[in-house]
């Protein structure tokens, strides 16, 4: 069984940041795509940002270019999400996404989420 589990979130004011860490487990021979959504009350989910498994390749939402930085650790089967210059408008709950390869097949796993608040 597989299992994404996210950290990091909490209270933070407005200016500062979190770093926010999504680890796999389980029966996986590799960790392809990752991705962070995030959804905030009453609002849709949406992509946040994404990496590639080399993490040559990275995409980023426009509300959070220039604050926000993906990366990973392939060694450890983690992804991160650097987040600085927090703004009220980033409170959510934060989701991590991957695709990963157990035996046989590859398939796309959601975190439970992690809460990500922004306050003065």
Same mark, same amino acid.
């Given at each position: 069984q597989v299992q994404l589990v996210e950290s990091g979130g909490g209270f933070v004011q407005p200016g500062g940041? /979190?770093?926010?860490s999504c680890a796999a487990s389980g029966s996986i021979s590799s960790v392809?795509?990752?991705?962070?959504?995030? #959804? &905030?009350p009453g609002q849709q989910r949406e992509l946040v940002a994404g990496i590639s498994r080399s993490g040559a390749t990275t995409n =980023? &939402?426009?509300f959070v270019k220039g604050r926000f930085t993906i990366s990973r650790d392939n060694a450890k089967n983690t992804g =991160? /999400? #650097?987040? @600085? @210059?927090?703004k009220p408008e980033?409170? &959510?709950?934060y989701y991590c @996404? &991957?695709?990963i #390869?157990?035996?046989? /097949?590859?398939? @796309?796993y959601w975190g439970q989420g992690t809460q990500v608040t922004v306050s003065s």
């Open positions: 940041s /979190l770093r926010l392809y795509y990752m991705r962070w959504y995030r #959804q &905030a =980023y &939402a426009e =991160y /999400l #650097q987040m @600085n @210059n927090l980033d409170t &959510a709950v @996404n &991957a695709d #390869q157990i035996p046989g /097949l590859v398939r @796309n």
